[in-house]
């Protein structure tokens, strides 16, 4: 079970968990690349984890195996202790992973309801096959309202065309999705990447409020102000591994970002996966 919502995260009684999701000596080439090298992760229950590196450093790959998107040449991957193998994004969400994409998988012209349930889209009952049912958009609406409201997220109607939005709220519905159907994961790949500091701050906010919710975030990104001010650990990656895990609180951002250029060297605690 998940910890307490109200307690912080340095705090919360996850000791002695298992990871919610755990990979150890990952292995990805491609071609004469090796893009992953014998990396370890490990996301704990309720925290937003950090990764960071160097451009080329692997954490996309990294990510990628953890969304089911690429299968590993080697390595083994784990949710609550238990051995998973993904052979594609369909097996990771049916695990309860969900990923947001930097480049935001959404589709313009169609409504904020249509986008939230896209390939998930919830049918009228009836007798012939699923396939063939009628689209339930008042459902589909109906639960999209909920979703963008228990994030706290100021779109006045789910009929709106995606076209119509901010870039903060198009990021919006793509974490509203993802929080929708991420049960148990959400990664979330440079959310913030295209947006301007107002919409970033949002973003930052729906981070939070997912973790709160007890829904452990991975989150990529190469802004140290926003991994500062909303992970509660950072996996620093380099050279296709995990070089470092350490806490916010204990390390400053120009050591994290000499850890991430090799400048200085981790603790042997920080280079085991940290605290
Ligand atoms: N599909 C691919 N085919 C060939 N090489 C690849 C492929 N994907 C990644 N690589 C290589 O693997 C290495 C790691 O790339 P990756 O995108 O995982 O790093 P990254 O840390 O996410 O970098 P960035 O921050 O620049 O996105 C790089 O040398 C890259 O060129």
């Not at 935001?104 to 349930?117: E, G, H, Y």
């Not at 709160?212 to 991994?227: E, N």
């Amino acid at each position: 079970m998940n910890a307490p919502v109200d307690q912080p995260p340095a705090d919360r009684p996850t000791a002695g968990q298992a990871p919610v999701l755990e990979a150890r000596g990952l292995v990805k080439r491609y071609g004469s690349v090796t893009a992953i090298n014998g990396a370890d992760f490990e996301l704990r229950p309720a925290e937003v984890l950090a990764v960071i590196g160097d451009n080329g450093a692997g954490k996309s790959s990294l990510i990628k195996v953890l969304a089911g998107a690429v299968v590993p040449d080697s390595g083994q991957l784990l949710m609550s202790g238990e051995p998973v193998h993904f052979r594609n994004t369909r097996d990771a969400r049916a695990h309860g992973i969900e990923t947001v994409y930097q480049d935001l998988a959404v589709i313009p012209a169609l409504d904020i309801a249509s986008n939230v349930f896209l390939g998930r889209e919830v049918r009228r009952k009836g007798l012939a096959g699923k396939l063939f049912r009628r689209l339930d958009m008042p459902e589909m609406r109906r639960q999209s309202s909920e979703h963008l409201a228990d994030l706290k997220i100021g779109i006045k109607s789910v009929n709106q065309a995606v076209e119509t939005l901010s870039g903060g709220q198009r990021q919006g519905v793509a974490v509203v999705r993802s929080a929708a159907f991420g049960r148990r994961v959400i990664i979330m790949d440079e959310p913030t990447a295209a947006l301007g500091v107002r919409e970033s701050g949002m973003v930052v906010d729906l981070i939070k409020q997912i973790r709160d919710r007890g829904i452990p975030v991975v989150l990529i990104s190469h802004d140290m102000p926003h991994v500062f001010e909303v992970a509660d650990r950072i996996h620093v990656h380099r050279l296709g591994q995990r070089a470092a895990v350490v806490r916010p609180g204990e390390r400053s951002m120009s050591d994290v970002v000499a850890l991430m250029t090799g400048a200085t060297e981790p603790t042997e605690q920080e280079r085991a996966g940290g605290s």
